[in-house]
């Protein structure tokens, strides 16, 4: 090595990776080598296959905003890390912004699974890309090399556990709080009980006046939401600190809580100025043991999809099929219908079309309809068409 590579090597200040090396493509081979063996994966690695690894694999360099990979994507390559910052992330989520100095990617290179979260630059960025051929010749068959990979992601397992332990907490703050805050409800629901009275009237001659039946109405629906919030609270805080309760399913009239759940939604936002339609068999359907506060979750959840699918004045169909053993409920827009490329991922993943949208609504769906009701929970979908959701349960 020659004066002036010394004093470029020097200058690095004994390789930390605070900065980065962005300059790495133009500097000579000796100090290519002596950047990658204080990357954790190469630190006992012999010249001659890092040398192999800066002749055959090649730099990648990614733009302010460029992806570099995205979830989902089936990929035979990992990548070495040599500048710039890199943002991982699932869906809108921010898992975690790493610097230079590591290595990333090497998952789907063990396990052969799409990739399980985006990566994409943060400013500009350089890496080294590394094959399937490669990693599995070079660096598998160095038991160093594995133990650094398992390090690595011993690390980000622990690292994980962390961000949601801490999620967790505040979930659960969050949602103690909630109850708090729906207090006043009891307090207006005392008053509105006593308004009820003065409008049925002081005695058994009056005459109850105009707007009783307005109120009894709206009172008894605020009540039926606040007794369902209050529910979905506790089963939250129960899942938080992993205090089991038993799953209550009894017989309920399947019928009645299709119109119930399709008045009370098409309140909602995406339901304006859409119509309902209710499809219901020809015989009257048998009560079905259910768990009512779910299951009008699940409908609500398909209502508001199809809402957000459908054009203005558009139709949602609701109804019921009888199928020999089963109740088939549905839940049809009339919209563009789902992409072929949506479809696998739709029930597996946290998926949403919507701005505003999480992806957890079908994932609820289908766990409250197969693991809680031992139903199941399907779609079908025709491009420029629309989109049809069912769910059984057993009769």
Same mark, same amino acid.
Not at 11 to 31: I, M, T, W
């Given at each position: ?34 950047? @990658?063996?204080?990357? %954790? #994966?190469?630190?006992?690695? +012999?010249?001659?296959?890092?040398? /192999?690894? &800066?002749?055959?694999?090649? *730099? ?43 290595? @990333?990617?090497?998952? %789907? #290179?063990?396990?052969?699974? +799409?990739?399980?979260?985006?990566? /994409?630059? &943060?400013?500009?960025?350089? *890496? ?61 629901? &005392?008053?509105?009980?006593? *308004? ?61 809580? &299709? ?137």
């Amino acid at each position: 090595m020659n004066s002036q590579e010394s004093e470029t090597l020097a200058e690095k200040e004994a390789f930390s990776f605070e900065d980065g090396f962005s300059d790495y493509e133009n500097l000579p081979k000796p100090s290519k080598l002596e950047i @990658l063996k204080n990357i %954790s #994966l190469f630190h006992t690695f +012999p010249d001659r296959v890092l040398e /192999r690894l &800066v002749d055959s694999c090649k *730099l990648i360099r990614l733009s302010n905003e460029e992806v570099l990979c995205e979830e989902g994507a089936v990929e035979e390559k990992m990548w070495v890390h040599l500048s710039g910052e890199l943002l991982i992330y699932k869906l809108k989520k921010t898992i975690d912004v790493i610097r230079p100095g590591g290595f @990333l990617g090497e998952m %789907s #290179l063990i396990d052969n699974l +799409p990739r399980a979260a985006s990566i /994409r630059s &943060v400013g500009d960025s350089l *890496l080294i890309e590394i094959d399937n051929e490669f990693f599995h010749k070079e660096i598998l068959t160095d038991t160093q090399a594995v133990l650094s990979i398992m390090r690595t992601l011993t690390n980000r397992a622990r690292h994980n556990l962390d961000i949601i332990a801490n999620e967790c907490r505040q979930l659960n703050c969050m949602v103690h709080d909630m109850r708090n805050y729906m207090v006043p409800l009891s307090i207006s629901e &005392v008053h509105m009980n006593g *308004l009820l009275k003065k409008l049925e009237g002081t005695s058994k001659n009056h005459k109850k006046r105009e707007g009783y039946d307005e109120l009894d109405t709206g009172l008894k629906k605020m009540i039926s939401v606040k007794n369902n919030v209050l529910t979905l609270i506790d089963q939250t805080l129960s899942v938080t600190v992993r205090k089991k309760s038993d799953y209550i399913r009894s017989p309920a009239d399947i019928v009645k809580l &299709v119109h119930e759940t399709t008045e009370d939604t098409f309140c909602h936002k995406q339901l304006k100025n859409k119509q309902s339609k209710i499809t219901l068999p020809g015989k009257p359907v048998q009560e079905i043991n259910f768990n009512e506060l779910d299951i009008k979750r699940v409908l609500q959840n398909l209502m508001i999809n199809a809402g957000y699918a459908s054009e203005k004045n558009g139709v949602v169909e609701v109804g019921i099929q009888i199928k020999e053993k089963e109740a088939w409920v549905y839940v049809t827009d009339h919209g563009t219908g789902i992409p072929d490329d949506v479809k696998p991922l739709l029930l597996k993943e946290k998926y949403t079309s919507k701005p505003d949208g999480n992806g957890f609504g079908l994932l609820s769906c289908r766990e409250i309809i197969e693991e809680y009701h031992d139903g199941k929970f399907w779609f079908e979908s025709e491009w420029g068409k629309g989109t049809t959701f069912y769910f059984s349960l057993a009769l």
